[in-house]
């Protein structure tokens, strides 16, 4: 196993793959638990898996770590806290980190936040997608409006003052106005964080496979974008990346270092790993997808995992493809020191893009998309494939 080198922050992804309901939009590594879902023997995997993930780190300290699924939410606090407790065991955390926990708004899917606060976790990311009853059907989403002021009213009593909602636009049949009615409802729980995004359809979905009526096109779509932004901003929330708004102190710090071509550790099934090691090569790693073939695959020892290296011909395109979606760019200097190329290797391609209104010069070090290149952000990022 690499050892990583200490440069780039340093996060660790967990994944609970259960959920209540697979929703035909989700193209995420999630599977519908059952009565004889495994979850202990799971936890036990995932724990071995962590201790492993431990050893390609000396002295490196986890800077957030990210609990995802799935619904981790089905797991009880008790379970999450020993989670926690074996990170803590085999990590160097540091004292202010971030520790995010994916929670869906249905009644039955959530314990009892005060235990999960008292576990460690101390961020939730709240999916309510919508607060349009007919739009949350149309997604396959099992809660319905009420269930998401519940649920957040829960966690603030509970003691949770770090709260992001997920909100989806250009919904199946979805009017400018209700997605403008969808903010305002948000914005009224006044949040720390709101993820605000663009249904797509995904491969390996069913609304891939079946597309829903009514999606609306590109259009409508940049305008319920522009509104959701005018909308936010008003409400005092700062866009950060092309999806995601944040209170003043309140941007999320792992997503933020994905975003920024950080390292991230990964545990379990279908998790994705990517770090930069001591002889200077990026790899990408990934643990098998399906939760009982993850299970046998750590239980029988076999926790080497599928790594790859990263060419340096596709380095350039996976840092753009993240470090563009961020609203002040990236710099020069981030972009010699994530990859390890230098910046002549991409000098004509910034000048060609700036040239078409696609990216602006801030200064001698720093280059950022313009309004356009947000807009057409796929064009952009394409323009740095190898």
């Known amino acids: 196993m690499d050892l990583i080198q200490a440069s780039a922050p340093l996060s660790l992804y967990l994944h609970l793959p259960w959920c209540v309901s697979k929703c035909p939009y989700c193209d995420f590594n999630s599977h519908k638990a059952g009565e004889n879902s495994p979850f202990d023997r799971y ?4 724990k071995a898996d962590i201790a492993s993930e431990a050893r390609r780190v000396s ?6 770590v990210f609990i995802g699924g799935g619904t981790p939410s089905l797991f009880s606090p008790a379970q999450i806290k020993s989670i926690l407790d074996q990170c803590r065991a085999h990590f160097s955390i540091i004292s202010n980190c971030e ?3 994916e929670v869906n708004p249905g009644g039955v899917e959530y314990g009892d936040f005060a235990g999960y606060l008292e576990a460690g976790v101390n961020r939730l990311s709240i999916g309510a997608q919508s607060f349009d009853s007919v739009m949350l059907q149309v997604l396959g989403r099992i809660h319905g409006p009420a269930e998401i002021r519940t649920a957040f009213s829960s966690a603030i009593k509970a003691g949770f003052d770090n709260i ?6 250009a919904l199946p049949g979805q009017q400018v106005d209700q997605a403008a009615a969808d903010i305002s409802y948000a914005v009224e729980l006044s949040p720390e964080h709101i993820s605000y ?3 797509t359809l995904e491969q390996n979905t069913v609304f891939y496979k079946c597309p829903p009526k009514g999606i ?6 940049w305008a319920m974008q522009n509104q959701g932004h005018r909308l936010l901003k008003s409400a005092g929330y700062e866009q950060y990346e092309i999806s995601a708004y944040a209170q003043p102190g309140r941007r999320c710090f792992h997503n933020s270092n994905y975003w920024q071509f950080g390292d991230y550790l990964a545990a379990g099934a ?4 990517k770090v930069r090691t001591t002889n200077g090569k990026i790899i990408r790693y990934r643990k098998p997808s399906n939760p009982q073939e993850y299970i046998e695959h750590v239980e029988n020892g076999c926790l080497v995992d599928n790594s790859s290296d990263v060419a340096d011909k596709d380095l350039i395109f996976e840092f753009m493809l993240n470090a563009l979606r961020m609203l002040d760019g990236f710099s020069i200097g981030m972009f010699h020191e994530r990859t390890g190329l230098d910046s002549t290797l991409i000098e004509a391609k910034l000048r060609i893009a700036a040239e078409d209104g696609l990216l ?3 200064d001698d070090d720093r280059w950022r998309p313009t309004n356009n290149g947000l807009r057409f952000l796929n064009d952009l990022q394409a323009r740095f494939l190898p």
């Open 43 to 46: 936890i036990n995997a995932l």
């Open 59 to 64: 002295d490196r300290a986890i800077a957030s």
């Open 164 to 169: 992001n909602i997920d909100l989806m636009f």
């Open 270 to 273: 279908g998790a994705h790993g």
């Open 99 to 101: 520790i995010t926990m």
């Open 216 to 221: 609306p096109n590109d259009d409508i779509a």
């Open 197 to 199: 995004y663009q249904l």
């Open 360 to 362: 602006e010069k801030v």
